[in-house]
C-alpha cells in the first residue's frame, strides 16, 4: 500500500488527526502527554498495536522540533540524574512485568498518580530538595512505572511540581528526558522487531506511513501549544499542568479498569 494513501477512511482520518492536533498543543504547551492522550484517544478509533509505535517515533520528532528553542532551559543537574535512574530501573520494571499481571500493575500505579496529581491540586505541599539522591530516586521511579506501565513521564512531572522548579526549566527539562527516554524505547523495539515480519514490526512500512500522516497534525499543534505557553506565569502554569496530570492518570485508571471487566467477563 503506498506512503501517499492514508490509512484510514476520511472520516476516521480526520478524527485522528483532531486527536493528534490536540495532543500536539498540549505536548507543546507542557513538554509532556503527546503519547498518553494520543493512544486514549487514536484507541477509540483504531488498535493500540497500529499506532503505538508511530506514537514513538512522533514522540522523537516532537522532542526535536521543541528541544531548540527550550535547551536554555534544561536544568541539566536534574536531567543527567533523571536518565540514570530511567536507565537503571526502567529494565526492573519490563522484568516485574514477567512475574506480575500488568494490569493491575498499571491501575494500582495510575491510582497513585492520581491520588499525587489530585493532592497537590488541591494545595498539598511537599517541597523537595534537589539533592543528588532525590534527583536519583525520582528517575529511578520514572524508569521503574515506564517499564511496567509505560507513564514515565506522568511520574516524572508530578514529582517535579513538588519541587518548586521554574516552569520553562521544569518543561525543557521533560522535552530533552523524553527525547532520550524515546530514543531508548526506539531503539529497544527496533532490536525485537530484527528479523520479524510482524505487520506491527517497528519501522515498518505501515508504522512510517501512520507518522508520515500525523506529523504535520502533530507539530501544527506544538506550535500552538508553545505560543500558548509564553507569558503564562509560574502559577498558571503549575494549575494547568496538575490538572493534565489529573486527565492522563484518570485515563489510565479507567483503561485499566475497562480490561480488568473485560477480562473478568471473558
Known amino acids: 500500500m503506498s506512503w501517499l494513501s492514508a490509512p484510514l477512511s476520511p472520516l476516521l482520518m480526520a478524527a485522528s488527526l483532531a486527536i493528534v492536533f490536540g495532543a500536539g498543543i498540549v505536548r507543546g504547551f507542557a513538554g509532556f502527554g503527546f503519547s498518553a492522550l494520543s493512544v486514549a484517544g487514536l484507541a477509540l478509533i483504531v488498535s493500540p498495536a497500529q499506532v503505538v509505535p508511530a506514537i514513538f517515533v512522533l514522540e522523537v520528532l516532537a522532542s526535536i522540533s521543541l528541544l531548540r528553542s527550550a535547551a536554555r532551559d534544561i536544568d541539566w543537574h536534574w536531567l543527567s540524574w533523571l536518565i540514570a535512574g530511567n536507565v537503571l530501573c526502567l529494565p526492573l520494571g519490563i522484568l516485574l512485568l514477567a512475574w506480575l499481571p500488568e494490569t493491575p500493575l498499571r491501575l494500582l500505579i495510575g491510582a497513585l498518580l492520581l491520588l499525587a496529581a489530585v493532592l497537590l491540586r488541591s494545595g498539598f505541599s511537599l517541597a523537595l530538595a534537589p539533592s543528588r539522591p532525590v534527583r536519583l530516586g525520582v528517575g529511578m521511579a520514572s524508569g521503574f512505572v515506564n517499564g511496567v506501565a509505560a507513564i514515565g513521564g506522568i511520574a516524572v512531572a508530578v514529582m517535579l511540581s513538588t519541587s518548586q522548579i521554574a516552569p520553562a526549566v521544569m518543561r525543557a527539562t521533560l522535552i530533552a528526558l523524553f527525547l532520550f527516554t524515546d530514543l531508548y524505547a526506539l531503539a529497544c523495539s527496533a532490536l525485537v522487531s530484527l528479523g520479524t515480519e510482524a505487520p506491527t514490526a517497528l519501522l515498518g512500512a505501515d508504522t512510517l506511513?501512520?507518522?508520515l500522516w500525523l506529523a504535520p497534525a502533530m507539530l501544527v499543534g506544538i506550535w500552538v501549544g508553545q505560543r500558548s505557553f509564553v507569558g503564562v506565569s509560574p502559577a498558571q502554569f503549575r494549575r494547568h499542568v496538575l490538572n493534565l496530570l489529573?486527565?492522563?492518570?484518570?485515563?489510565?485508571?479507567?483503561?485499566?479498569?475497562?480490561?480488568?471487566?473485560?477480562?473478568s467477563g471473558s
Open 246 to 263: 489529573m486527565l492522563i492518570a484518570g485515563i489510565s485508571v479507567l483503561r485499566a479498569l475497562v480490561e480488568l471487566v473485560g477480562q
Open 209 to 211: 506511513r501512520w507518522a
